[in-house]
């Protein structure tokens, strides 16, 4: 099993360092939204909620197209059922899951900085902060998963992904935003934290048994 | 998956894609050293009925055995016990054919090296670094019939075989197929007269 997941795993990471698709959307729409808060807030330092309100906005939105990309991809190429008789349903969940949380982790590590920069935020817990962060995308990541691998068999997966998201990954969200405040404000941060990473435990778990069932064709 | 025994008993299987049935009351018995042609016209669910076989598709109605070594297997197919090409199952564009070799061999738990004999009888040696992108059709053909039996399935499904390869293709496809008969059960999809010969018994979809 682990090496049907470090296959899987190694195999995402060389079509995406080839491709770069997930990255570069990301990264990109990062950019250019991050410059477009920080024009229009015309060097203003705002509030600690409205912060960290548009950090996760930039984020969220962000991260939808790369996240779903890695299940569209397969069925968009032709390459699901390639997948689908060479590896068992949980290896396939599990370096899906992993990658990821592996490419928000590296999009929140690009925005953070930038945000930070161009917004002029001044963050009195930078541990807080990151730990808010991570916890955050965790569970944004591990709601998504799944929900993509629903959707990529629907049709307008793009759109449909978004859209079908939302009110999953809105409950953490609002917590990542009030935890993300309380960082840059230096509060405690724990009860959100702990939260977040319930949430995706509970997440997980529950996708890692049903996967199988949404996996195999009808 | 070397020298394991395989029964199949598919008991009226029947396939329905929203208000169409495609087939329905199908039932066949394989076994190891047996194999079977299913053959029918086109869109009778040749395909279908292999995705079925191979464990990738739930069927609407019947039932299907797979007994590995004496123990009756899950509903869904022993994964490993199996191996299929199929028009429908592609690899990875983006990688050489040994990566995809490479992933396939890690996810099934067999070491890689075993495929380079492969690549040689396949004639797809000098290929095999070579990214997907830039492969034939008959050379992409080549790959998913290696792909299938990397790992020595007790199962062998080939939906096509044939298609896209020319007479050499052809002619090391039969061979390697004689080479495997013993040992494996063979299901092949086909309307092609020679895929169909190479079959003992045969299925046919109306």
């Known amino acids: 099993m682990l090496d049907a997941i470090a296959g899987n795993l190694l195999k995402d990471f060389r079509i995406e360092f080839r491709r770069r698709f997930a990255l570069n959307i990301a990264l990109s729409f990062a950019a250019i939204t991050t410059l477009a808060v920080s024009l229009t807030a015309g060097g203003v330092r705002l509030a600690a909620q409205t912060q960290a309100m548009l950090f996760w906005i930039i984020l969220f939105f962000s991260a939808m197209n790369g996240l779903a990309h890695v299940f569209t991809r397969e069925e968009e190429e032709g390459t699901a059922l390639f997948l689908r008789v060479t590896s068992p349903a949980a290896a396939v969940y599990t370096a899906k899951l992993l990658f990821n949380i592996a490419v928000i982790f590296i999009i929140a590590a690009v925005i953070s900085p930038l945000y930070a920069f161009f917004l002029n935020v001044e963050v009195a817990s930078p541990s807080a902060f990151a730990a808010a962060t991570c916890a955050g995308c965790l569970a944004i990541a591990s709601s998504t998963t799944v929900l993509a691998a629903i959707v990529a068999k629907a049709g307008s997966r793009g759109s449909l992904f978004t859209i079908i998201s939302f009110p999953v990954v809105l409950p953490p969200l609002w917590i990542a935003i009030g935890a993300t405040r309380a960082a840059i404000a230096g509060n405690t941060v724990a009860e959100g934290v702990v939260f977040l990473l319930a949430f995706s435990g509970a997440l997980i778990a529950v996708s890692y048994m049903l996967f199988g069932h949404i996996w195999i064709e009808e | ?206």
């Open chain 2, 1 to 206: 998956m070397r020298n394991s025994e395989i029964t199949i008993r598919a008991h009226s299987l029947s396939k329905r894609f929203d208000r169409t049935m495609i087939f329905e009351g199908v039932s066949f018995s394989l076994g190891t050293g047996e194999s079977i042609a299913v053959t029918g016209p086109n869109g009778s669910g040749k395909s279908t009925l292999c995705d079925i076989v191979a464990g990738i598709r739930r069927p609407t109605g019947g039932s299907l055995e797979y007994i590995l070594n004496g123990t009756a297997q899950s509903e869904d197919g022993p994964l490993n016990a199996i191996g299929i090409a199929s028009p429908r199952v592609n690899p990875y564009d983006e990688l050489t054919g040994m990566e995809n070799v490479d992933f396939a061999a890690r996810a099934r738990g067999v070491d890689p090296s075993t495929a380079l004999p492969l690549f040689e009888s396949f004639g797809l040696n000098r290929h095999r670094d070579k990214a997907l992108r830039h492969y034939s059709s008959g050379m992409r053909q080549r790959l998913k019939l290696i792909l299938a039996v990397l790992h020595r399935p007790p199962l062998l499904i080939l939906d096509e075989p044939g298609s896209n390869l020319d007479s050499d293709g052809k002619r090391q496809l039969a061979g390697y197929i004689e080479s495997l008969r013993a040992h494996t059960a063979i299901v092949i999809a086909t309307n092609d007269r020679e895929d169909a010969m190479l079959c003992a018994g045969a299925v046919s979809l109306a």
